[in-house]
């Protein structure tokens, strides 16, 4: 071959090379691959779930993985070897909840107590309290802290446990503005304004309004204050029951439990009287005179109330609207005044918080003043600035002390309703339950499901299924 021929050969070499290259990009090869199995599990997924709405088992289901398990093993050919089931929850409270609390042992024991026998729409809510630092917070969904703390070298900490889906609340009374520093302000959206003086004490804490919707801010915590029945325990030291003149004779008449329900720093005594029926002394004369039915309602002292639960040692009673509380900010008398106070007049000191951004919308809870004019002072304000936080006035204590009088009142179930609604509305609201086996791989089917027995609930429902062989 000549030189002539080879020049052209080498030519036709390129632009072979450079038909080939053209007829790939312009041509590109593909291949497919069967996306069946993944498809067979998304099916049988979106069954699963249909299936548990129709028998109306979807809520249980959502949060117990072992009913969730029972029911995919039943309800479908296969084993826990060849397919695996997991789900999480996403938008309400879990039903197992744990809560970091930077307060002191007696207080860890009274809360455990307090909030024991919690329900939401039928489910128990189990809240565990466990006792923390606040350098090291401990793994929880929650945060409580009960005391006037310096929080200020703290604020990394909150910041980040925000930012993970934990909830801030605080319990705490101030007495002067070096107390409400950068924790206070950017946490918590706070600051102190200054003391004011009355001639009365509040007469009356409330909540500021009823939420317009359910994005306002104010919503969840009034939604879990009127809806959530708080748990009352009775006594299982049997108390015979007393019945006034011209109600019928009771059918359980005798010795059975006895328990008080407090509000407003008075108790009114109830007699279980079997499992559908409760005794209430709503006169407070020592005699049964209203005998209410689970689901009924009934009135005291002018509030309304539901009977929601009957347990053998528990009622669960739920508050109607416009209820009113007794005031929850410390008042200090002037010299002196009686003590406790209360019971001579005089002047009143109280300190006072505000808003730090003048919006009145996160002040849900206010005491009232209405000798001279009608005044309203913060006593919840609630902030979702970066995350859910929450102050509260320490409505344990009852402080006199100008009068070197320090009183301490007994803790109403109105204030731990309260106390626990703050607490749901902070918490996590995300939980992902881990598959019981390792899986090679799985998908996820999301199902947005209601729930609305006495609670109106909205949440995420996520199934998981998955093959611990793969595909």
């Known amino acids: 071959m000549g030189k002539k021929g080879i020049i052209n050969f080498l030519e036709a070499i390129i632009v072979i090379g450079v038909l080939f290259v053209a007829f790939t990009v312009l041509f590109p090869g593909f291949s497919s691959k069967s996306r069946w199995p993944d498809a067979s599990t998304i099916l049988t997924?979106?069954?699963?779930i249909l299936t548990m709405d129709r028998l109306n088992m979807i809520y249980n289901n959502s949060f117990d993985l072992t009913e969730l398990q029972n029911f995919i093993d039943t309800s479908i050919p296969l084993n826990r070897?060849?397919?695996?089931?997991?789900?999480?929850?996403?938008?309400?409270?879990?039903?197992?909840?744990?809560?970091?609390?930077?307060?002191?042992?007696?207080?860890?024991?009274?809360?455990?107590?307090?909030?024991?026998?919690?329900?939401?729409?039928?489910?128990?809510?189990?809240?565990?309290?466990?006792?923390?630092?606040?350098?090291?917070?401990?793994?929880?969904?929650?945060?409580?802290?009960?005391?006037?703390?310096?929080?200020?070298?703290?604020?990394?900490?909150?910041l980040n446990?925000?930012?993970?889906?934990?909830?801030?609340?605080?319990?705490?009374?101030?007495?002067?503005?070096?107390?409400?520093?950068?924790v206070q302000q950017k946490i918590f959206g706070?600051?102190?304004?200054?003391?004011?003086?009355?001639?009365?004490?509040?007469?009356?804490?409330?909540?500021?309004?009823?939420?317009?919707?359910?994005?306002?801010?104010?919503?969840?915590?009034?939604?879990?204050?009127?809806?959530?029945?708080?748990?009352?325990?009775?006594?299982?030291?049997?108390?015979?029951?007393?019945?006034?003149?011209?109600?019928?004779?009771?059918?359980?008449?005798?010795?059975?439990?006895?328990?008080?329900?407090?509000?407003?720093?008075?108790?009114?005594?109830?007699?279980?009287?079997?499992?559908?029926?409760?005794?209430?002394?709503?006169?407070?004369?020592?005699?049964?005179?209203?005998?209410?039915?689970?689901g009924e309602q009934f009135r005291i002292f002018g509030y309304n109330f539901t009977l929601q639960y009957i347990f053998p040692y528990q009622i669960n009673v739920a508050f109607?609207?416009?209820?009113?509380?007794?005031?929850?900010?410390?008042?200090?008398?002037?010299?002196?005044?009686?003590?406790?106070?209360?019971?001579?007049?005089?002047?009143?000191?109280?300190?006072?918080?505000?808003?730090?951004?003048d919006n009145p919308t996160r002040i849900i809870v206010n005491a009232s003043f209405t000798k001279s004019q009608l005044i309203d002072l913060p006593v919840v304000i609630i902030n979702n600035t970066g995350g859910r936080a929450a102050w509260i006035a320490d409505f344990a204590n009852d402080p006199n002390i100008k009068n070197n009088c320090l009183t301490?009142?007994?803790?109403?179930?109105?204030?731990?309703?309260?106390?626990?609604?703050?607490?749901?509305?902070?918490?996590?609201?995300?939980?992902?339950?881990?598959?019981?086996v390792s899986i090679k791989s799985g998908l996820v089917t999301q199902y947005v499901n209601v729930q609305n027995s006495d609670t109106y609930e909205v949440y995420k429902f996520n199934l998981g299924l998955g093959s611990p062989f793969g595909s």
């Open 408 to 436: 301490f009142s007994q803790v109403s179930d109105d204030e731990k309703l309260l106390l626990a609604s703050l607490i749901l509305w902070a918490s996590n609201k995300q939980q992902f339950l881990i598959s019981p």
């Open 320 to 357: 109607g609207p416009n209820y009113q509380f007794q005031d929850f900010l410390i008042a200090w008398t002037s010299p002196g005044q009686a003590c406790p106070p209360g019971n001579a007049w005089g002047q009143y000191y109280t300190d006072v918080l505000t808003t730090i951004d």
């Open 161 to 182: 446990y925000l930012k993970n889906g934990g909830g801030i609340v605080e319990i705490n009374d101030f007495t002067d503005s070096s107390q409400t520093g950068d």
């Open 190 to 294: 706070l600051m102190y304004s200054g003391g004011k003086t009355f001639n009365d004490r509040s007469y009356a804490d409330h909540f500021s309004r009823k939420p317009s919707n359910s994005s306002d801010i104010a919503y969840g915590v009034y939604k879990y204050f009127y809806h959530l029945a708080v748990p009352l325990k009775a006594s299982a030291q049997e108390i015979s029951v007393r019945v006034e003149t011209g109600m019928p004779i009771p059918v359980c008449s005798g010795a059975i439990p006895h328990g008080n329900f407090t509000f407003n720093d008075t108790g009114y005594s109830y007699w279980i009287c079997n499992s559908t029926t409760v005794y209430f002394d709503t006169d407070n004369n020592a005699s049964a005179d209203t005998a209410v039915r689970a």
């Open 81 to 158: 070897s060849t397919l695996v089931a997991w789900s999480g929850i996403e938008g309400t409270v879990k039903s197992s909840l744990v809560i970091a609390c930077n307060c002191s042992g007696d207080q860890i024991q009274n809360l455990t107590y307090w909030m024991s026998g919690l329900k939401i729409n039928g489910r128990d809510i189990k809240i565990n309290f466990v006792p923390s630092s606040l350098d090291n917070i401990a793994s929880s969904d929650a945060l409580l802290i009960w005391g006037n703390t310096n929080l200020n070298s703290f604020l990394a900490n909150f």
């Open 45 to 48: 997924s979106r069954d699963l």
